[in-house]
């Protein structure tokens, strides 16, 4: 069983920064693609970035691109996300995921961080 525990989340005025951090349990983080989602009030969960197994690849939804930036520390099983320039509509529940590579292929969840982007 792998936990994941967000951290990072909070109010921010437009156009200010957060970094969320993704901490994870267990000895097996390298064998897991992470990924980060949200879900605003009222709308379906999104999927906003994710990273490979090593961080060699990145991917990004089209609405965050140039803006977010997805990390991972192997070492410290730790994944991360850069926001920068928030906007409104960036307002969610962020959600860090977790899909094994290797079997068994299981996913895990976190419980959500709350970002607020307001003046």
């Known amino acids: 069983q792998v936990q994941l525990v967000e951290s990072g989340g909070g109010l921010v005025q437009p156009g200010g920064s957060l970094r969320l951090s993704c901490a994870t349990s267990g000895s097996t983080f390298s064998m897991y693609i992470m990924k980060w989602y949200r879900q605003a009030p009222g709308k379906e969960r999104e999927l906003v970035a994710s990273?490979?197994?090593?961080?060699?690849?990145?991917n990004y939804a089209n609405s965050v691109k140039g803006r977010f930036a997805i990390s991972r520390d192997n070492a410290k099983n730790t994944v991360y996300l850069q926001m920068n320039n928030l906007k409104p509509e960036d307002t969610a529940v962020y959600y860090c995921?977790?899909?094994?590579?290797?079997?068994?292929?299981?996913?895990?969840w976190g419980q959500g961080t709350q970002v607020t982007v307001s003046s």
């Open positions: 995921y977790a899909l094994r590579t290797v079997p068994p292929l299981v996913t895990y």
């Open positions: 990273i490979a197994r090593v961080g060699d690849i990145t």
